[in-house]
């Protein structure tokens, strides 16, 4: 990504010399970024007098989740917690992305029974050490990504859409699952709705997570019926289906489906073969010989979907369609995939 001027971030912490340091650190290796830490107990005035009436010299803010929770006694203990401080930025500054952190990893910084209200303030949650050790470029990246909506042409949903690169055969319906209220582009500067925040949110939560229109390595593997480690040899191949659109670099490999499609599809394997399914086709496309897909129930090839196990949501495997059923616990998005779980034998409660 082509970086034209200066990235400015605000870290909000109570360990003012030791982010400091990091802030050093971190703008040695990033020559672009701009950090200025600033102590909960300063936050007010600083916010007050140098942010609000120069909103545009801020880029992302940085909070420190667990303010005034380790180690403070009530005397010491700052009058606004982290959730707090974000949530005074969010009501004056509606299109500035908040970001929180502290120790620990990017899972267990928020309480599970905070994680609604959190979620609901904060655009992402990071680590400290992830952006210490500058993992991905998170701070200077998103920056900018939200640097490029917020200069996308206002009311103008296709120059919106535009920002995701989408396959044409995308568009249309994209346009029918964006929210309501960006069906028409964002509103004007300030807009506490259709904003950049708003369309930043909806594509890192919905459409980079959700598989429908975007695959991931297990997703697009199962597709194209071969092994996540397999296709990750064989990336190249699949280049032009490649999402490289807002958050790309930040967030995990995916491909557009459209994309696989037209890579399976244009191929000269169907006339030669005879072969329809992207499962049979795709190890053709891609010329392996070895690697091939196998369902995690029955152990047969070209399973078409990939579940997740019933006694753990997080194990996704591919599987047939028919070794699997709708999960009941999840709500399905429209042209997105279906949500499917599936079972072992050893699963099953002894006796």
Sequence with gaps: MKITGPVRIVWVDDDVE?????????????????????????????????????????????????LNEVGLDDEQKYPKLGLTIAGTIREKLPDHPIYATSA???????????ISAAEAVFDRIVSTKAIINNEKRVLLLDALYFKRIKNVRRNDVEALLGLLMPPHESIAQLKLILPSELRDGLGESGNSTRNAVSFARWTTRTLLQIPGFLYDRLHAATYLGTTAESLRRNEMKLKAARYEGVFSETAQPLWWRQGLERVVYSSRKISQTGVMSSTRLGPMVLEI?????RCAVCGARYPETVASRSSDVEDL?????RCSWPDPKMKNELFFDEYRAFGLKTDLPEG
């Design 18 to 66: 030791g982010r400091t340091k990091d802030a050093k650190n971190l703008m040695f290796k990033e020559k672009k970024l701009r950090v200025s830490v600033v102590h909960p107990s300063n936050f007010d005035e600083y916010f007050e007098t140098k942010t609000l009436s120069a909103p545009d010299d801020v880029d992302l803010f940085l909070i420190d989740y667990k």
């Design 104 to 114: 620990g990893t990017a899972t267990s910084i928020v309480p599970e029974n905070a």
């Design 289 to 293: 010989k070895r690697g091939f897909s």
């Design 317 to 321: 495997r591919a599987v047939h369609i």
